[in-house]
């Protein structure tokens, strides 16, 4: 998540559950396959995250603490034995980067 665009990510995960959609197997980046209707677990994952970031972009103002938030996504998926620190990271870096797109959407809504 560090480079994405969430955002995005959300409208494809979307198209690759419309019903006509030809692939009926998803190969992610990372881990194994998975069908079309599994794409819902990320899709709400990403869209908790944003709500979630947006909600305290507008509850506070300062500087943003995503380690703070990290227990709410921590349980989303399965870890791995010996993967809880990196996981930890990457939802932190998750979280951070969610922060970043949306500050960046907003500054685009002002304009």
Same mark, same amino acid.
């Given at each position: 998540?560090?480079?994405?665009?969430?955002?995005?990510?959300?409208?494809?995960?979307?198209?690759?559950?419309?019903?006509? #959609?030809?692939?009926?197997?998803?190969?992610?980046?990372?881990?194994?396959? #998975?069908?079309?209707?599994?794409?819902?677990?990320?899709?709400? #994952?990403?869209?908790?995250?944003?709500?979630?970031?947006?909600?305290?972009?507008?509850?506070?103002?300062?500087?943003?603490?995503?380690?703070?938030?990290?227990?709410?996504?921590?349980?989303?998926?399965?870890?791995?034995?010996?993967?809880?620190?990196?996981?930890?990271?990457?939802?932190?870096?998750?979280?951070?980067?969610? #922060?970043?797109?949306?500050?960046?959407?907003?500054?685009?809504?002002?304009?």
């Amino acid at each position: 998540m560090s480079e994405a665009n969430t955002s995005t990510w959300l409208e494809r995960l979307a198209e690759l559950r419309e019903p006509d #959609y030809f692939a009926t197997k998803i190969v992610p980046g990372r881990g194994g396959g #998975y069908k079309r209707a599994d794409t819902q677990k990320t899709a709400n #994952y990403l869209a908790d995250m944003r709500a979630r970031v947006r909600q305290i972009m507008t509850e506070r103002r300062g500087k943003f603490d995503a380690s703070e938030f990290l227990p709410e996504f921590l349980d989303r998926f399965p870890i791995p034995n010996g993967e809880h620190e990196r996981v930890q990271r990457r939802i932190r870096t998750g979280l951070e980067r969610v #922060y970043e797109e949306l500050k960046t959407e907003k500054r685009r809504r002002k304009k």
